[in-house]
């Protein structure tokens, strides 16, 4: 089974990379009016000059989930009571002949594991809806530079939809074909949501009242403004950051609820008595006293 999963993440990695890195999926062209003022805006650099580099983006949200994790389980790990229901929740397997598993790390491998699939998943998503739709980012025309006095852009509203039109960098063009949805959204929002449900449903102290719902409401916020720096950067268009945020929050409920199941273990504790029904019993009782005609009718 183990083999298994870890062929099913090595297939993953391998779309995701394909995806991103080579022509192997070729962007549909869509086309464009020449006029079209929300496709007219000044072009604002390369990624790499963007107030969040993808650098800085991706490297925050792969470590931001992954130390908490890593910190969450091994404190809770050390607390005599949660450390008793994580070994009854996670027994100790055998891997291969030598290697054993103990319940922290089982669980630690778990989480990040399937955080991981998780990350490559949602960038297939958004690389797929990217190549398939070839919508247009807000600064399509400045970098597309059609020319304006040829045949095709001569009537006010007329639609082209020819890809031979542009005159400027094919490889910037290729990338302003790339808007929707938005992956820097999308990739972003799985990561805080992802960490927050691991947050909300393990870490439950009492002192922890205050500091949890701060800490989980920051990394939607965190999320939140890449999404408006995206828009304020003329790089997406608003429909591609929404689109973004609902895409990366479906697959990050989705892994959380119905595969890490709220991050419980894989054995359910064993359940407490269930308390009488309070409606059966009566208001007020008293206690029996034997009476001494049915004691002496028993000899």
Same mark, same amino acid.
């Given at each position: 089974?183990l083999y298994?999963?870890?062929?099913?993440?090595a297939?993953t990695v391998?779309?995701?990379y394909?995806?991103e890195? #080579?022509? #192997?999926?070729?962007?549909? /062209?869509q086309?464009?009016?020449c006029?079209d003022g929300n496709?007219?805006k000044p072009? +604002?650099?390369? @990624?790499? @000059?963007s107030?969040?580099?993808p650098?800085?983006?991706y490297?925050?949200?792969?470590s931001t989930?992954?130390?908490?994790i890593?910190?969450g389980?091994?404190s809770?790990?050390f607390i005599?009571?949660?450390?008793?229901?994580l070994?009854i929740?996670e027994k100790?397997?055998?891997?291969?002949?030598?290697?054993?598993?103990?319940p922290?790390?089982?669980?630690?491998?778990?989480?990040?594991?399937?955080f991981?699939?998780?990350?490559?998943?949602?960038?297939?998503? *958004?690389?797929?809806?990217?190549? *398939?739709?070839?919508n247009?980012?807000?600064y399509f025309?400045t970098?597309?530079k059609?020319n304006?006095?040829?045949?095709d852009?001569?009537a006010?509203h007329?639609f /082209?939809? !020819?890809? !031979?039109?542009?005159?400027g960098?094919? @490889?910037?063009?290729e990338?302003?074909?790339r808007?929707?949805?938005? $992956?820097?959204?999308?990739l972003?929002?799985?990561?805080?949501l992802?960490a927050?449900?691991?947050?909300?449903s393990? /870490?439950?102290?009492k002192?922890s009242?205050?500091a949890? +719902?701060v800490?989980?409401l920051?990394?939607?916020?965190?999320?939140?403004?890449t999404?408006l720096?995206r828009?304020?950067e003329?790089?997406?268009h608003?429909?591609?950051?929404?689109a973004?945020?609902i895409l990366?929050?479906?697959?990050a409920l989705?892994?959380?609820?119905?595969?890490?199941? !709220?991050?419980k273990?894989?054995?359910a504790?064993p359940s $407490? +008595?269930?308390p009488?029904? +309070?409606?059966?019993?009566?208001?007020?009782a008293?206690p029996?006293v034997?009476?001494?005609?049915e004691?002496l009718?028993a000899?």
């Amino acid at each position: 089974m183990l083999y298994f999963q870890l062929v099913i993440m090595a297939g993953t990695v391998l779309l995701a990379y394909y995806f991103e890195y #080579t022509d #192997t999926f070729q962007v549909h /062209i869509q086309g464009f009016f020449c006029q079209d003022g929300n496709l007219m805006k000044p072009y +604002p650099g390369t @990624e790499d @000059e963007s107030f969040i580099s993808p650098l800085v983006l991706y490297c925050v949200l792969a470590s931001t989930p992954t130390a908490i994790i890593f910190i969450g389980e091994i404190s809770m790990y050390f607390i005599k009571s949660t450390r008793e229901t994580l070994i009854i929740q996670e027994k100790t397997i055998l891997t291969g002949e030598c290697c054993y598993l103990n319940p922290l790390l089982r669980r630690i491998i778990r989480f990040i594991g399937v955080f991981a699939f998780g990350l490559f998943a949602t960038d297939i998503f *958004v690389n797929a809806g990217q190549v *398939v739709t070839g919508n247009l980012a807000p600064y399509f025309l400045t970098v597309c530079k059609p020319n304006y006095t040829g045949n095709d852009c001569r009537a006010h509203h007329q639609f /082209i939809n !020819n890809g !031979n039109i542009c005159t400027g960098d094919a @490889e910037v063009i290729e990338k302003a074909r790339r808007s929707f949805p938005s $992956k820097h959204a999308a990739l972003s929002i799985y990561s805080a949501l992802y960490a927050t449900m691991y947050i909300t449903s393990t /870490i439950k102290t009492k002192s922890s009242r205050l500091a949890k +719902p701060v800490l989980c409401l920051g990394t939607l916020c965190a999320a939140f403004l890449t999404g408006l720096n995206r828009v304020s950067e003329y790089r997406n268009h608003c429909s591609d950051v929404i689109a973004g945020f609902i895409l990366g929050s479906a697959v990050a409920l989705f892994l959380g609820i119905c595969v890490v199941h !709220n991050f419980k273990g894989t054995h359910a504790a064993p359940s $407490k +008595p269930k308390p009488e029904d +309070p409606r059966g019993m009566p208001l007020m009782a008293f206690p029996r006293v034997e009476s001494p005609l049915e004691t002496l009718s028993a000899q």
